[in-house]
C-alpha cells in the first residue's frame, strides 16, 4: 500500500505495510525537519525528478547495509591504496561531491539528483547532518560518495568516480572513519554487485532500527 503525505504534518505511515520494493508513501516535501525523521526511521526518498513533482518515500523491510568493520578490500584495492598516490578526505568539498553523483548521470531517464534534491542535502550539510568523503589525486577530486550521518549511523546516498577504483577508495576511506569513531553501519539502501562485494549483506529491518538507535556508548557492548 503506499500512501498520501502532506507538507503540513511530518508524520509517517508504518512503513511495513509499504509495497514489496520499498516503496510505501508519497507527498510532502524535502525539508530538513522531514529528512532527519524519515532517516531516523530508515526511510528514504527516491523519485525520478521530471517524472513527479512530490517525493516518493521507501524503506524497504530487508536492508542491505555494510558493517564498517566488514568492509572487504580486494587485493587490487590494496594495491592502489599502498601506491599513495590518492588521499581521501571527509566534508573537504560537499559540493563538489554531490554535483560529481549528479553530473554523469542528469541526462539519464529516471535521474533522480536533480536540483531540488542537491539543495536539500546541501542544507542537511549546512545543518551537520550531511557529510560527503573525497578521493583526490592532487588537487582533482576523483571521486566520492556522500549521505546523510544521524548517530552512529551513515545513510548512503551516491558515489561516483571520474578514475577507476575512486569510489570504491571513498567507501573504504568511509568505513575506516567510522571504525575509529564507533559508527554502527552503513545504510546503501539497495544491493549492487559494486556494493555486495565491498561486503554488503542484508539484515531485517527491525535488527536495522535497533543498531542505528542504539547509543555510541553501547556500541561495543
Not at 69 to 83: A, D, F, L, P, Y
Not at 179 to 201: N, V, W, Y
Request: net charge negative; glycine share 10%; hydrophobic share 40%.
Amino acid at each position: 500500500m503506499v500512501y498520501q503525505i502532506y507538507e503540513d504534518s511530518l508524520e509517517f505511515p508504518d512503513p511495513r505495510c509499504g509495497e514489496p520494493d520499498g516503496l510505501f508513501a508519497i507527498g510532502g516535501d524535502l525539508s530538513a525537519d522531514r529528512l532527519l525523521l524519515a532517516y531516523s526511521l530508515g526511510i528514504f526518498p527516491w523519485f525520478s525528478f521530471r517524472d513527479y513533482d512530490e517525493p516518493m518515500w521507501y524503506c524497504p523491510m530487508e536492508r542491505f547495509v555494510i558493517f564498517p568493520e566488514e568492509i572487504h578490500i580486494s587485493h587490487s584495492m590494496r594495491t592502489m591504496m599502498n601506491k599513495g598516490e590518492y588521499e581521501v578526505t571527509m566534508n573537504k568539498d560537499f559540493s563538489g561531491v554531490i554535483n560529481g553523483c549528479s553530473e554523469g548521470r542528469i541526462d539519464e531517464e529516471g535521474a533522480w539528483l536533480g536540483e531540488r534534491m542537491i539543495e536539500a542535502y546541501s542544507r542537511l550539510h549546512e545543518l551537520g547532518f550531511a557529510s560527503s568523503v573525497e578521493v583526490w589525486r592532487g588537487a582533482n577530486l576523483a571521486g566520492g560518495l556522500y549521505g546523510v550521518t544521524i548517530g552512529n549511523a551513515f545513510f548512503g546516498e551516491s558515489m561516483f568516480s571520474r578514475e577507476p577504483g575512486a569510489s570504491k577508495l571513498a567507501l573504504i576511506g568511509l568505513a575506516r572513519i567510522m571504525q575509529e569513531k564507533g559508527g554502527a553501519l552503513i545504510d546503501c539502501q539497495f544491493e549492487t554487485p559494486h556494493l555486495k562485494s565491498m561486503g554488503g549483506r542484508f539484515i531485517p529491518y527491525d535488527e536495522y532500527l535497533r543498531l542505528i538507535r542504539r547509543p555510541f556508548w553501547l556500541q561495543n557492548s
